[in-house]
């Protein structure tokens, strides 16, 4: 258990996640973590869309724009939450491909940044960028001349978006075609994090920038997805009238949400 | 309105917003824009603790760690949530303090994230680094080179957590208190974009270290809280069983939870 606390959500924790691992018909890279702050459930997240979204709670793991592929209990019953969940299939059909370039920067995009953090990565010979922008994927004009930089010397450079939640789009706004303009592309819907595994596995195989976006732009084990659930945006957050009445409908003490059991 | 969608939420936004300049007893930096995605209501919400969480929707801005202020209805009736609301005095009282230094750079570490990121911050004259941070504020020990030749150039870096919900604590791990061991400072729970405001303003008044870490490390306007109201992280993200009938009790249609009216 971490210092900072009397009990440990361990054991919960690796009961379910060695369940999935040896029994449940899923063959996908997903992460089991705590789905409530008691050990009633976990829930499974797939790899792609999970990120931690607190620092220190049991229920820091959450799926981003999606819901969870399902939920398991205390009991190891399992859920499936949704329907386009990878199943089992022969070990003869499965390989490995581990060539990446970890020569990949992440740059936070912030209003008042100036394009001497990008000419840096630049200099310091980065094979490809992950731009974390503002809005809809806007980074400011003051680094245009180093995005044409980027793309004279075919260093690709991807966009997504600060608010982790929504896909990018740089055809509403000025900013975003002049962003198009200068070679940068949409990374969708990916994560930060899922952008940036993408990319190192990217460029492990080619450097042809025309070639790294198409790769990056193409689903391939969950990252982008076609449209974002309604439900996969987070709903409330005890700022709704009646939420308490609400919750004692599912459980009568409010600080737990338990799932089934 | 944006070219991407047939309607705008501009004209209440606008209405609340000025609604709440004029008329309402509350003396913030506030912003006040739609709480759900028709134009029933608006959130208020305190400016140093709230983000852009979806890149898109009408109701993208979200209070982190805490409920937001108030709630104003389509018909400009104001309902506060909380109690510790500034409100408005004298005139004579106010002063601006417009002193900043701009010379701050944000920094988004990544598991494989190399020490040059942060020694170009230091060739480029930066005065101070927001380091976002994994898990409780943490970077690898391979950071540990740059770290301590920011400490020894008297370059303030204060941390954040990535997961945006949540405090640092470099107490738990041995990392973390590696990392307070070469000069680190934890940013509590601010979020990255008000922790970058902060220290801006901050080096504006003075260089000194020690200084600088302690008013980054005081809370002044709401950016750091006492503590996370359970409230305040996100629950519910439509996998809990029988949300639906939930959601129903406030609205019968399920897409929207509307406010008041």
Redesign the interface.
């Known amino acids: 258990r ?3 606390r009397p009990s440990s959500d361990g054991p919960l924790n690796i009961i379910n996640a060695s369940t999935i691992a040896g029994y449940v018909d899923l063959a996908e890279t997903v992460i089991c973590m705590h ?1 409530g702050t008691s050990d009633s459930y976990n ?1 499974i997240h797939r790899g792609t869309r999970v ?7 049991r229920d ?1 793991f ?2 981003i724009s999606d ?2 592929l399902g ?1 398991i209990d205390a009991n190891q019953q399992v859920t499936f ?1 949704k329907d386009d969940v990878k199943r089992r299939g022969d070990m003869a059909d499965m390989w490995v491909d581990t060539k990446i370039d ?1 020569k990949v ?4 995009f ?1 209003p ?3 394009q ?2 990008l000419h ?2 630049i ?2 010979d980065y094979h490809g960028v992950i731009f ?1 922008s ?4 806007h980074v400011n004009t003051d680094m245009y001349p180093a995005l044409e930089r980027a793309q004279e010397e075919e260093i690709p450079i991807c966009i997504v ?9 740089l ?3 000025e900013t975003g075609r002049d962003m198009l303009a200068r070679g940068i592309f949409e990374g969708a819907n990916m994560l ?2 899922a952008a ?1 595994a993408k990319m ?1 596995w990217t460029l492990g195989h080619t450097r042809d920038v025309k070639e790294v976006e198409k790769i990056m732009t193409t689903n391939i084990a969950g990252e982008i997805t076609d449209r974002e ?15 308490d ?2 919750l004692k ?2 459980d009568e003490n409010p ?1 737990e ?1 338990r ?2 059991i």
């Not at 920067?105 to 936070?108: E, I």
């Not at 503002?134 to 994927?137: F, V, Y």
């Not at 996969?232 to 009646?242: A, F």
Request: net charge neutral; charged share 20%.
């Open positions: 971490s210092s900072d789905g829930l990120r931690k979204m607190h620092s220190s709670r820091a959450r799926t819901v969870p939920i939450l970890p920067a992440m740059l936070y912030y008042g940044m100036d001497d953090m840096s990565v200099d310091n974390i503002t809005g809809l994927g978006v600060e608010p982790l939640w929504g896909f990018t789009n055809r509403v706004y930060p994090c940036y190192i659930l309604n439900k996969g945006y987070m709903i409330m957050q005890g700022v709704e009238p009646g939420l009445d609400m409908l599912v600080r949400h799932w089934g």
